[in-house]
T-cell receptor, first 112, second 112 residues
Framework: NAGVTQTPKFQVLKTGQSMTLQCAQD?????MYWYRQDPGMGLRLIYY???????DKGEVPNGYNVSRLNKREFSLRLESAAPSQTSVYFC???????????FGSGTQLSVL | QKEVEQDPGPLSVPEGAIVSLNCTYSNSAFQYFMWYRQYSRKGPELLMYTYSSGNKEDGRFTAQVDKSSKYISLFIRDSQPSDSATYLCAMSLFNYGQNFVFGPGTRLSVLP
C-alpha cells in the first residue's frame, strides 16, 4: 500500500527554470494538499483541492500553480523558480472533511 | 506574535524518561488539536487528535489541551530511541485540512 507518492525526491534548479512536482495517492481520498516546510516555520499550505475538479489558494500561493489531474493526482508547478522557493515540499491527502492528513515523503528543492 | 509557538529544541532525554512537548497559541477559537510525528526525511504522520479541552491517552502517549491557557501538551511515557523525531503540533478552527495551522516542531532525541 503506497499511500501518497511524490516525485522527484530531490531537485536542483537554476533561477528562472520551471518544473512540476508530482503527487499521487492510492487511498481514494477526495482532498489533496501541497505544503512547504522551512526551518523554524510550521508547514504552510500552498494550494489545496477539496475534491476532484476544484482547487483553492492556501496561505502562500504566489509563484505556484496546481492541477488536479484526476482524483488520484495533484501536481504543483513552479513556472519561474526563485531562491525563495528553496524548501521541502509535501503533498498530503485526506478522505474529505476529516482531521487526518496523510503525507508523502517530500521533495527537497534547491533553487540556485 | 506567531499564531502557534513551539520550542524548537533540540530536546535530549535518556531512554525511559517522561517527555513533555508543548505548544502555545494565540487564537482562542481553535477547537481541533493534533500532534504529528516526523522522522528525518519523511513526511509527518498523525499521532494524536483531540477536540476541545481535556486529555486523551493512547498507549505511551497522552495529549492534553488547556484552552483557558491556550496551551497544549504531548506527554511520552517510557520514551524509546525510536521516539526520536520532530513533533509538530497543529490546530484548527474547523475540521478541514485546509484550515490547519502547524507549529514549527520540536526535535526530540531519546538517548539509549
Amino acid at each position: 500500500n503506497a499511500g501518497v507518492t511524490q516525485t522527484p525526491k530531490f531537485q536542483v534548479l537554476k533561477t528562472g527554470q520551471s518544473m512540476t512536482l508530482q503527487c499521487a495517492q492510492d487511498m481514494n481520498h477526495n482532498s489533496m494538499y501541497w505544503y512547504r516546510q522551512d526551518p523554524g516555520m510550521g508547514l504552510r499550505l500552498i494550494y489545496y483541492s477539496a475534491s476532484e475538479g476544484t482547487t483553492d489558494k492556501g496561505e502562500v500561493p504566489n509563484g505556484y500553480n496546481v492541477s488536479r489531474l484526476n482524483k488520484r493526482e495533484f501536481s504543483l508547478r513552479l513556472e519561474s523558480a526563485a531562491p525563495s522557493q528553496t524548501s521541502v515540499y509535501f503533498c498530503a491527502s485526506s478522505p474529505g472533511a476529516d482531521e487526518k492528513l496523510f503525507f508523502g515523503s517530500g521533495t527537497q528543492l534547491s533553487v540556485l | 506574535q506567531k499564531e502557534v509557538e513551539q520550542d524548537p529544541g533540540p530536546l535530549s532525554v535518556p531512554e525511559g524518561a517522561i517527555v513533555s512537548l508543548n505548544c502555545t497559541y494565540s487564537n482562542s477559537a481553535f477547537q481541533y488539536f493534533m500532534w504529528y510525528r516526523q522522522y528525518s526525511r519523511k513526511g509527518p504522520e498523525l499521532l494524536m487528535y483531540t477536540y476541545s479541552s481535556g486529555n486523551k491517552e493512547d498507549g505511551r502517549f497522552t495529549a492534553q489541551v488547556d484552552k483557558s491557557s491556550k496551551y497544549i501538551s504531548l506527554f511520552i511515557r517510557d520514551s524509546q530511541p525510536s521516539d526520536s523525531a520532530t513533533y509538530l503540533c497543529a490546530m484548527s478552527l474547523f475540521n478541514y485540512g485546509q484550515n490547519f495551522v502547524f507549529g514549527p516542531g520540536t526535535r526530540l532525541s531519546v538517548l539509549p
